[in-house]
Nanobody, 121 residues
Framework: VQLQASGGGLVQPGRSLRLSCAASRRIYSSYVLGWFRQAPGKEREFVAA????????YYADSVKGRFTISRDSARNTVYLQIDNLKPEDTAVYYC???????????????WGQGTQVTVSS
């Protein structure tokens, strides 16, 4: 399955952004869709995940309250809503698929190409 991430851009602090990640085919209910991000000079880190079938969501502590992950099963698309953007949110954001829930990137088998989010005034 191929993943196409989009929605990034240059945004002022305090604004919101919604990232999208569309899959090339149907996502099975057992799959977990995750979002990761990699800031300049830092390791890629887990941001959020959603169990495709039941819709259970998981977040890194650092983004709870500002990030919301959701899905549209009909469109095979997962979203990441980011509110009250901060400069430290600047990163390349990646979506990925795992066969089970994990915060570890090596558990995710399919990756999108990433979309750049830059938060700056």
């Amino acid at each position: 399955v191929q993943l196409q991430a989009s929605g990034g851009g240059l945004v002022q602090p305090g604004r919101s952004l919604r990232l999208s990640c569309a899959a090339s085919r149907r996502i099975y209910s057992s799959y977990v869709l995750g979002w990761f991000r990699q800031a300049p000079g830092k390791e890629r880190e887990f941001v959020a995940a959603i169990r495709w079938g039941v819709g259970s969501t998981y977040y890194a502590d650092s983004v709870k309250g500002r990030f919301t992950i959701s899905r549209d099963s009909a469109r095979n698309t997962v979203y990441l809503q980011i509110d009250n953007l901060k400069p430290e949110d600047t990163a390349v954001y990646y979506c990925a698929i795992s066969f089970s829930y994990s915060t570890m990137q090596n558990e995710y088998k399919f990756w999108g190409q990433g979309t750049q989010v830059t938060v700056s005034s």
